[in-house]
């Protein structure tokens, strides 16, 4: 289906035009080109349903468009741009660091040798099952977990492993992947249905320190080339509280200051920012910044936000987001938000 006309332009080509989601002040105008007019018509529909919120397209992989990345009613993919600010923001705010920038923790090209993100591969029902073991093996799900002969796992030390399977729309998660005496072992692997909106539970970690799915956080180069984010995006700090907010399932801290950030906090850029100065991409990342806001889901460097590697990445582009500080930000009170 991806040599399809319906699909090319869902992935943004820009053959026929890419849809941008914000204001004409937010991002730059459509790309469009003249075509005869039946491929035209088809392009307006194709397009059309690639754009409108909650459509067939939205929020899918290319490569796995049958599968949506979670319902449109999950958090994850819930505007948070009208709901009120939390009355502890300045103070959480400042606790991440209100001076400090925020930093694309991916791109293009390798660092010390490996790709510069979090990879994912997507599987099929053919991709050949795996048993892991687990270091945190109670708060883990006991499946085989479908690792393809060259998986991509993440570099440095999280080694972690997205794997979408096309054929029943379930996501599979490992941390810590890697081979020990020739068989997989992981510090903790997760599973979700994509169709649904059921969390781990209570107290339970994942592949991430918040008990949350990592991929639906990712800023992924398709969605950049099509010219939206239409979810949530995942970032780290340094300290966070020994707490956690829905949808997030387990905290990871021995800390309990009421200024640190919980797991699971999410954050939104005030609607007050400027993005007119920045470069395409890195506007698109403000844009969802603003709507979708981005939650707190490991320990880390602060303000890093997570994406999937990509040689279409502008690491220029994304650079440019170090000058947006912590002080741009806000809390935002998602207490009432629920699927």
């Not at 909650?54 to 449109?72: N, T």
């Not at 570099?155 to 997205?162: C, E, T």
Request: proline content about 7%; overall charge positive.
């Amino acid at each position: 289906m991806r040599a399809g006309l319906l699909d090319r332009l869902a992935a943004g080509r820009r053959s026929t035009g890419t849809c941008l989601e914000g204001s004409e002040s937010d991002l730059p105008l459509p790309i469009t080109t003249s075509v005869k007019v039946p491929a035209a018509a088809v392009a307006v529909i194709a397009l059309a349903l690639a754009c409108a919120g909650g459509s067939a397209f939205a929020l899918r992989v290319p490569s796995a468009p049958r599968c949506p990345i979670f319902p449109k009613s999950n958090p994850w993919n819930q505007r948070v741009d009208t709901l009120p600010v939390a009355s502890n923001s300045a103070a959480i705010i400042n606790s991440i660091g209100a001076s400090t920038g925020l930093h694309a923790d991916f791109g293009s090209g390798l660092w010390e040798g490996s790709k510069i993100g979090i990879p994912f591969d997507v599987v099929t029902k053919k991709t050949r099952r795996s048993r892991v073991s687990f270091e945190y093996s109670d708060e883990s799900d006991h499946v085989r977990y479908p690792i393809p002969k060259k998986v991509h796992i993440e570099g440095g030390s999280d080694h972690h492993a997205l794997l979408l399977d096309k054929s029943s729309c379930r996501l599979y998660e490992l941390g810590g992947l890697q081979k020990q005496n020739g068989r997989w072992h992981a510090w903790a692997g997760a599973t979700w249905n994509l169709r649904s909106n059921k969390v781990r539970p209570a107290g339970w970690t994942s592949a991430d320190a918040a008990g949350l799915p990592i991929f639906p956080g990712l800023a992924r180069y398709d969605e950049a080339r099509r010219g939206v984010i239409d979810h949530a995006l995942r970032f780290t700090v340094e300290d966070s509280r020994r707490a956690y907010l829905y949808p997030a399932r387990h905290y990871a801290s021995d800390l309990t200051a009421s200024n640190l950030p919980p797991m699971g906090l999410r954050v939104r850029l005030k609607a007050s920012f400027d993005i007119r100065p920045f470069p395409r991409q890195a506007r698109i990342v403000l844009v969802a910044l603003k709507r979708y806001g981005m939650m707190v889901a490991d320990n880390g460097s602060n303000w890093y936000i997570s994406g999937a590697p990509s040689p279409g990445w502008s690491n220029d582009q994304l650079h440019t987001l170090g000058q947006v500080r912590g002080s741009n930000f806000e809390v935002v009170d998602t207490s009432k938000l629920r699927p």
